[in-house]
């Protein structure tokens, strides 16, 4: 049995940078707060909880005072860094340089559409931390659309500038931006905003996998990016299977099977893919020996 982990898996830098700051400040003796989940992976989270980090969900924000609060890659809407400083807390910003460099243009964009009368569209999930941030640097007025069904939200006689959330798929945005041109009777301005290094592992996960005979996708259940990715995998293999831990492993999955290729999300640490392919070699494959 060859069992093969994908080397272009896992964390994308944006994800990387955070946790290494929290690594840091608990090495430095910090008593660390997340400001809600650092990934969405669990195996991750509680690996860092174990190490002294601590989670703290956006609403109890009023209650966290006099500490050290991190703000994650997703990034934050102005008003959380605001209330930040008025309970005297130390605020480690670890936003992802993309989506910081993306709230800025979006903030601008914003400001000078309003003097067209125009409206700022934004192309991602609506409840989805990145989005929220960046919906607060347009004082919550911009217009946030997911799937066609949205576009009712939009009025077409108005100009309109469109960015995306950037881990959405980039085939999506196309087709969304296709039906607004196709509905508008005044300009759109298109801003292709989705990070690379993440739209560029579906063409390499499409290739990936097909080498294959069966593939296990590491990725927690929360992460839209896993399960977008996971979808890729599984329409051009369809011997994929989603995991979030090893023990999560079906033995009759992968048994008499020659070839496995292991990958995962961007929010997928590397050391649990490495689980995943040592539980298989000791559990699974020496039992079929």
């Known amino acids: 049995m060859h069992i093969e982990i994908d080397n272009k898996s896992g964390f994308c830098f944006g994800v990387q940078r955070a946790i290494n700051k929290v690594e840091k400040l608990i090495e430095n003796g910090e008593a660390v707060n997340c400001l809600g989940d650092i990934v969405h992976n669990q195996e991750e989270i509680s690996r860092l909880t ?7 969900h956006p609403d109890n924000l009023d209650a966290t005072q006099n500490s050290t609060v991190l703000v994650r890659s997703h990034g934050e809407p102005p008003s959380t860094f605001d209330k930040l400083k008025q309970n005297n807390n130390k605020t480690i910003d670890a936003t992802c340089p993309v989506v910081s460099k993306l709230q800025h243009r979006i903030k601008q964009s914003f400001h000078d559409i309003n003097k067209k009368q125009g409206q700022l569209v934004i192309f991602g999930k609506e409840q989805h931390p990145e989005v929220i941030g960046l ?89 839209s990016n896993g399960k977008s990715l996971y979808g890729v995998c599984k329409s051009q293999n369809p011997d994929t299977y989603f995991i979030s831990s090893p023990d999560e492993i079906n033995p009759e999955w992968i048994r008499k099977t020659d070839t496995i290729g292991i990958c995962g999300a961007t ?6 893919m490495e689980e995943v392919k040592h539980h298989i070699e000791q559990n699974i494959k020496n039992d079929q020996a």
């Open 50 to 56: 174990k190490k002294g980090m601590n989670t703290i």
């Open 135 to 223: 919906n607060g640097h347009t004082q919550n007025q911009s217009i946030i659309v997911t799937t066609n069904d949205d576009l009712i939200k939009i009025d077409f006689n108005k100009p309109i500038e469109i960015y995306s959330q950037t881990t959405m798929p980039l085939g999506d945005f196309q087709h969304i931006v296709s039906e607004i041109k196709l509905r508008a009777n005044n300009e759109v301005t298109v801003h292709d905003t989705i990070c690379r290094q993440v739209a560029g592992r579906v063409p390499h996960l499409k290739e990936f996998v097909k080498k294959f005979d069966k593939v296990i996708f590491v990725s927690g259940k929360k992460s």
């Open 267 to 272: 929010s997928t640490p590397q050391w649990l």
